[in-house]
């Protein structure tokens, strides 16, 4: 029994609960379960480093890291992830998300999404991207089949750090979100060839790092 009996067996899945209450570890004799509110004292640092798939490790708070996972797994879900070209680490009962494909990680936080032309399909839609942290600086989805409206992105409500934004080659529609300019770290926005209508808005004035925007082949005038 203990933890010699759990660190000396071999770790099958391991699952957290929605509410990030409890934590179940399913070994090859039988499951562990632990509450939520002793897993800092109760979960030994070597279990993390040598037992858990893809070197998960246990420096990224767990609220944040299971919030991070069931928000990808559900951005999968809704953008056809069993379709696309690569996935791997999505499709793992639990893993860590910095070490899944296309995701790029600083700090334990989420820096980058990069699934460009990777057959990415789907409707983008609000709230899509909640829950994924306020660190994300890169956002490529581009020579994808997205579908939906940039307001829907909400990229000034969820990622005030954005830097670079690839959605070219897509099929969205709408006009160019104007409140983008609230995002001062904004210096790359390629949305080329898609079917996006109206204005340039002027607000986009303000945004002193921005240095590439590629919009050609929509159907903006001005």
Same mark, same amino acid.
């Given at each position: 029994?203990? !933890? ?6 071999? +770790?099958?899945? +391991?699952? =957290?609960?929605?509410?990030?209450? /409890?934590?179940? =570890? ?28 893809? &070197? $998960? ?8 890291? /299971? ?5 990808? %797994? ?9 379709? !696309? ?12 998300? $910095? ?5 790029? $990680?600083? &700090?334990?936080? =989420? +820096? ?5 032309? @990777? ?7 609000? *709230?899509?991207?909640?829950?994924? *942290? ?6 490529? %989805? ?12 909400? #990229? ?8 670079? #934004?690839? %959605?070219?080659? @897509?099929?969205?529609?709408? /006009? ?6 609230? =995002? ?6 390629? #949305? ?12 986009? *004035? @303000? ?10 082949? @929509?159907? %903006?005038? *001005?």
């Amino acid at each position: 029994g203990g !933890w010699d009996t759990v660190k000396a067996a071999a +770790v099958q899945s +391991v699952f =957290i609960s929605d509410d990030a209450s /409890t934590l179940v =570890i399913n070994i090859t004799q039988a499951p562990v379960t632990i509450e939520a509110d002793t897993l800092t004292a109760s979960l030994p640092s070597s279990l993390f480093q040598s037992h858990l798939p893809l &070197n $998960c490790t246990n420096t990224w708070p767990i609220a944040n890291l /299971t919030l991070a996972t069931s928000q990808l %797994l559900d951005l999968y879900t809704a953008l056809n992830g069993p379709s !696309w070209t690569l996935s791997t680490g999505w499709t793992l009962d639990l893993a860590n998300p $910095c070490a899944w494909y296309g995701i790029s $990680c600083l &700090n334990n936080s =989420i +820096v980058g999404i990069y699934l460009g032309n @990777n057959n990415v399909e789907g409707v983008l839609s609000r *709230g899509m991207f909640a829950g994924l *942290g306020e660190n994300l600086q890169h956002l490529h %989805l581009g020579h994808n089949k997205l579908n939906g409206t940039l307001d829907d992105l909400e #990229l000034d409500t969820y990622f005030p750090e954005l830097q670079s #934004l690839s %959605l070219m080659v @897509n099929n969205l529609q709408g /006009t160019l979100p104007p409140q983008w300019a609230a =995002i001062p770290t904004l210096h790359s926005i390629h #949305l080329y060839r898609n079917t996006l209508e109206g204005t340039i808005p002027s607000e986009w *004035g @303000n945004l002193s790092r921005l240095s590439t925007v590629l919009l050609h082949q @929509n159907a %903006l005038i *001005g």
